[in-house]
C-alpha cells in the first residue's frame, strides 16, 4: 500500500540544513544495501522536537520551522506560493492541498501567512500514524487536517494540488509510490526540494544528520531530472514551470543540485 512505503521515511528531511552539517556519501546498489549501513534515527524524538517547534510557530514564538530548526525571520517559497495562488485562481480562488509527508504542517505554516485572503484553504497533510495523532491533537483546525492515507484524504477532500516537497528521495521506491499518487489524477502537482545529479542518473546515497538536530543516518537518493520528468508526462502531466531549489546541499564526488517542478494537467 501506498501508505507502507511512504510512512517510514517522511520525517528525514534536513536538505535545508546549511551545507556543511549534512553529509551525503556512497553510492549504493540498491535500497537494503544502503540501509544496512545506516544508524538509523530514533522516531520519537523527531517527533518530539518537531513538534515543540511548531507549537512556538503556532503561539507566535517563532515565524518558521524546518526539520525542527526554528528561524526568527520568514523564509517564503516564492515558487512554491506562486503555483498554490495560481491553483487556487484556476479553481475559483478554492485550494484544496494533499501535502504528502508534509510533517505536522510545516509547509502550511510556512505559507499559510502570505496566502492570506486570497483563497479558501484546505491543507491535508498525509504523513505516519504518530504524526496524524500529533498533529490531529496539537495543531488540526477548519483549514489544517492530518490523514495516515492518501485515500482517508480522498474520503473527505478533493484536493487539486499535491505537494511533495522533499519526500520522494527518502522512499525505497520513489518512482513507484510517484506512479501511484499521479494516478489519483489531481488537476496540480508542485514537486519542491527534490536532488539530482547533474549526470542524469539515480545514485543512492547515505545522508547522515548532525546530532544537535537528532541523532540520525538513512538512504537518500539524487534522481535522474528526465527519468522523474518522464513518469509526470506519461502520466498526463504538462509541464508548467520549473525552479531552482533554495537547498544549498551537494555530494562530495560528484555535481548535484536541488530543484522544483509545477506540472498541470489538461481541464476536462
Known amino acids: 500500500m501506498l501508505a507502507d512505503k511512504v510512512a517510514r521515511y517522511f520525517q528525514r528531511r534536513v536538505s535545508s540544513l546549511p551545507p556543511a552539517e549534512v553529509a551525503f556519501s556512497g553510492d549504493y546498489r540498491c535500497w537494503a544495501d544502503a540501509q544496512s549501513q545506516c544508524a538509523g534515527y530514533s522516531a520519537p524524538v523527531i517527533l518530539e522536537r518537531t513538534c515543540a517547534a511548531l ?31 495560481r491553483a487556487g485562481l484556476a479553481n ?8 504528502v509527508g508534509g510533517s505536522l504542517g510545516s509547509s502550511y505554516f510556512q ?41 482517508e484524504c480522498l474520503e473527505h477532500h478533493q484536493p487539486d494540488v499535491l505537494l511533495l516537497s522533499g519526500v520522494l528521495q527518502y522512499l525505497d521506491d520513489p518512482y513507484g509510490v ?44 539524487f534522481f535522474s ?9 506519461a502520466a498526463g502531466y504538462a509541464l508548467v514551470t520549473d525552479f531552482a531549489g533554495a537547498d544549498d546541499v551537494s555530494l562530495p564526488d560528484e555535481p548535484a543540485y536541488f530543484k522544483g517542478f509545477v506540472y498541470e494537467r489538461a481541464a476536462r
Open 111 to 151: 505559507c499559510r501567512r502570505f496566502l492570506g485572503a486570497a483563497a479558501a484553504v484546505e491543507w491535508s497533510v498525509i504523513e505516519q500514524p504518530e504524526y496524524v495523532r500529533c498533529g490531529r491533537e496539537q495543531f488540526a483546525d477548519g483549514e489544517l487536517r492530518f490523514y495516515e492515507t492518501f485515500e
Open 178 to 221: 510517484l506512479d501511484r499518487l499521479l494516478s489519483h489524477r489531481l488537476r496540480h502537482v508542485i514537486m519542491d526540494r527534490t536532488p539530482f545529479l547533474a549526470s542524469d542518473r539515480d545514485r543512492l546515497t547515505i545522508q547522515t544528520v548532525p546530532e544537535r538536530i537528532y541523532p540520525a543516518s538513512y538512504p537518500a537518493w
Open 225 to 233: 531530472e528526465t527519468k522523474v520528468a518522464r513518469a509526470l508526462t
Open 55 to 85: 507549537l512556538k510557530v503556532k503561539r507566535g514564538e517563532a515565524v518558521y520551522e524546518r526539520d525542527s530548526v526554528l528561524f526568527d525571520k520568514p523564509q517564503y517559497p516564492f515558487p512554491v506560493l506562486a503555483a498554490l495562488l
Open 92 to 99: 475559483g480562488g478554492r485550494l484544496s492541498v494533499a501535502d
